[in-house]
């Protein structure tokens, strides 16, 4: 937790204008997801520079030329999220646990995103949050969601993915993107302000015709399968 009160602090005299900034984007009438999104991608890139957290992203390439997919990280930490918005262009829309829905800033930001938020302990709830991503997802917005459900707490070592997480990228037919993060933990989940560098890899993505004859738990154990053995093979 260190690194974000360094963060604030590095960033303490363009607080102003970056709150400024955030709360006329949030006008989502007046101003399309595009505009909205470049400006917390621009903003990532400069908090985690003030952080001294370095990104290195590797298959860029991996991601699909058109729109309307979801990408399926592990779940490291606080950070994920900043190195998926430093180093994803396109806008997309995440999903967040309802706890976090009234946390400074954070809430600023999920009305920016126009993001999906889910209560787990809610079973009907879910499913809504499940039918809304695959309308959205159709429509050719791009989600991230983390399957793990929440951090794994166990550093380079992810959790189970949950089957669930799948329902809508099956019931859109839209690619499965698998993405990986190394080190994340490190940035926000570590008493440390010291230089860190955090890898994230975007991993060729699954299709409807590669997955359509599976279950939902066995792309959840290929996906995981492949984070993990990509995250063994780059620490």
Avoid: W
């Amino acid at each position: 937790m260190k690194r974000i009160a360094f963060m604030f602090l590095r960033s303490f005299f363009v607080l102003p204008y970056y709150l400024y900034k955030v709360m006329k984007y949030q006008n989502v009438n007046k101003y399309d997801a595009k505009t909205r999104y470049a400006f917390l991608h621009k903003e990532a890139a400069n908090a985690n520079r003030r952080g001294r957290v370095t990104i290195e992203c590797h298959g860029i390439e991996n991601l699909p030329k058109e729109n309307g997919y979801i990408m399926f990280p592990n779940h490291q930490g606080l950070f994920d999220a900043l190195a998926i918005m430093e180093t994803h262009e396109r806008p997309f829309v995440t999903v967040m646990k309802k706890e976090v829905r009234n946390v400074f800033l954070l809430r600023n930001i999920i009305q920016m995103l126009q993001a999906e938020i889910i209560d787990r302990e809610d079973v009907r709830q879910s499913l809504t949050v499940i039918k809304n991503m695959t309308r959205r997802v159709k429509d050719k917005e791009n989600f991230v969601i983390f399957a793990e459900g929440t951090r794994s707490r166990n550093g380079n070592r992810i959790g189970e993915f949950k089957g669930g997480s799948f329902k809508s990228a099956m019931n859109a037919n839209c690619p499965i993107v698998p993405v990986a993060l190394v080190d994340s933990y490190k940035a926000f989940d570590t008493n440390s302000i010291k230089p860190v560098t955090v890898q994230i890899h975007y991993l060729p993505p699954l299709y409807y015709e590669d997955y359509k004859d599976m279950k939902s738990t066995e792309i959840a154990e290929l996906v995981s399968t492949r984070i993990q053995n990509t995250i063994n093979s780059a620490i």
